[in-house]
């Protein structure tokens, strides 16, 4: 069975600081992985995602993961925080049987102040 | 492009009353679709999905229905609430099985 755990349900950064958000997984085949942002009151929208080749993926606004097999862990990184970055953010692998049947994790919250 | 719409973006129902959600895509044809409920706090958890017209897999035992009548609809149903079936549910398409999830806006349900 596959399951994701995301470290920690809330996390505060400074504007222009790191972003630093943990995606451990856990999968009998390799994975595919992804990461989701939801703004409040709206839908989830797709940041980036890892299925084969290049470890390192980098999505939109800036944010990028790495795929560490090692480690079975998609953490997301953002170098520099905007008060904009503020939402929730979801990783999410693969089930067997296509890879459009997510597993999501519980979520992050992300704030970012002044 | 594809675009997807849910409607209403908010409901406020009665226990033991009945429930209609609905999801349409368009600009797409054979999307494979999705519905998922995000409890307070919680991830997201699938409940139905539809690979075509009239075919739906339910993924845990529950109080909800799901229905396919047309290649882009996809509808959520219950004949009588619970208090538990509060959340806020999102509907998904993707184009094929290799293809992301694209998420509509959400319903925020209420059963009180």
């Known amino acids: 069975a596959q399951s994701v755990t995301q470290l920690g349900s809330h996390v505060s950064v400074s504007e222009g600081a790191l972003v630093l958000l943990r995606c451990n997984y856990s999968?009998?085949?390799?994975?595919?992985l992804f990461w989701y942002v939801q703004y409040p009151n709206q839908g989830l929208q797709l940041l980036l995602k890892?299925?084969?080749?290049?470890?390192l993926v980098k999505g939109i606004n800036g944010f990028e993961a790495e795929f560490k097999k090692s480690e079975t862990s998609f953490h997301l990184t953002k170098p520099s925080a905007h008060m904009s970055d503020a939402a929730e953010y979801f990783c999410?692998?693969?089930?067997?049987?296509?890879?459009?049947?997510?597993?999501f994790g519980a979520g992050t919250r992300l704030a970012v102040h002044p | 492009s594809q675009t997807i719409h849910q409607w209403p973006a908010t409901l406020v129902q009665p226990v033991g009353s009945p429930l209609s959600l609905e999801c349409t895509v368009e600009?797409?044809?054979?999307?494979?679709l999705y519905w998922y409920r995000q409890a307070a706090g919680r991830g997201l958890q699938l409940l139905f999905y539809?690979?075509?017209?009239?075919?739906i897999s339910s993924e845990v035992p529950q109080n909800l229905s799901a229905s396919r009548p047309q290649d882009r609809q996809f509808i959520l149903s219950s004949k009588k609430l619970l208090l538990s079936d509060s959340g806020f549910y999102l509907c998904?398409?993707?184009?094929?099985?290799?293809?992301?999830?694209?998420f509509g806006n959400g319903t925020r349900l209420t059963v009180t």
């Open positions: 998904a398409w993707a184009g094929t099985d290799n293809s992301p999830l694209h």
């Open positions: 999968s009998s085949v390799p994975p595919y």
């Open positions: 890892y299925t084969t080749g290049a470890t």
């Open positions: 999410a692998v693969s089930r067997s049987g296509g890879y459009n049947k997510l597993i």
């Open positions: 600009g797409t044809s054979n999307p494979n």
């Open positions: 539809s690979v075509g017209i009239g075919q």
